[in-house]
């Protein structure tokens, strides 16, 4: 998460080369590109924040899981940001505790915290352009490694269907949480998540993570959103611009994991 010197002098360097689009420029694009099918991530990109992280921290802190469980979580993520855990790891790591809860539960849980700290946190630009793009009848997704649970709150009031919804999730059988994972969507695997729902090369496909960069490749017109530092040098060496929501300006744009 913390740059050395020679990270920041070629972020200042990718700064430099990177076209940055205002709002009217960034929605005046995405318009021109005249998609029929969008995809976006969520933590970041929708909104402010890593809910992803936010919410297992806040689900520690209800007592929703047990102390054995919420003592092995806290030393798998102290191994993540350590780079001994992988994000694939970790992201199903972060799914799999809840398992032997109700499925219902999570879905109570999830609609409190997203009420409470992501949705005073989406993007007001971003929630203007969805609503004008699913007013001209384009196809809405919505590509997460955060749980499924807090991504179909966090897009309910964007206007995404739960079927459009590729995140992180375990099976649930008789409405108790398995351990099984069904997937993880985060770096290739959102990707290969996209080209299993059909959609190899969406029209449009916004993102703010290096773990985005695998399907912003796949897409006909890939839109960086408040882009981390990672990405913002991976859109410099691709020719791509970037948009900065105003309530991004200044704070820290990176999600776990950069």
């Known amino acids: 998460m913390s740059s050395s010197g020679r990270n920041k002098k070629k972020l200042t360097t990718a700064q430099a080369e990177v076209q940055r689009w205002s709002a009217e420029e960034f ?27 936010g919410f297992m ?44 809860l109700h499925d219902e539960e999570l879905h109570a849980a999830a609609t409190q915290y997203v009420n409470e700290f992501v949705r005073p946190r989406i993007f007001r630009e971003m ?26 709150e966090g897009v309910r009031s964007f206007g995404i269907t739960d079927e459009h919804i590729l995140a992180a999730e375990v099976r649930v059988e008789n409405g108790i949480i398995t351990s099984e994972i069904i997937d993880v969507p985060t770096d ?22 290096i773990h985005d960069l695998a399907m912003l490749e796949l897409a006909r017109n ?13 859109a410099a060496k691709r020719g791509w611009g970037y948009f900065r929501p105003q309530a991004a300006e200044g704070v820290e744009t990176a999600v776990a994991g950069e």
Request: net charge negative.
């Open 57 to 100: 921290a806040w689900s520690l802190e209800q007592g929703l899981v047990s102390r054995s469980t919420n003592d092995w979580i806290d030393t798998r993520y102290r191994g993540y940001l350590a780079g001994k855990v992988s994000e694939l790891a970790i992201c199903g790591d972060m799914v799999q505790i809840y398992a032997g």
């Open 188 to 209: 290739e695997a959102k990707a290969v998540a996209l080209r299993r729902a059909g959609l190899p090369n969406p029209d449009a496909v916004f993102g703010n993570s």
């Open 222 to 234: 890939p839109f960086p959103v408040n882009p981390s530092p990672a990405l913002l040098e991976a």
């Open 127 to 152: 929630a203007a352009l969805v609503a004008a793009m699913r007013e001209a009848g384009i196809e809405l997704w919505a590509v997460s490694s955060t749980n499924r649970w807090v991504v179909a």
């Open 27 to 53: 929605e005046r694009l995405v318009f021109q590109s005249q998609p029929k099918v969008a995809v976006f991530d969520c933590d970041g990109t929708l909104w402010g924040g890593d809910a992803g992280y």
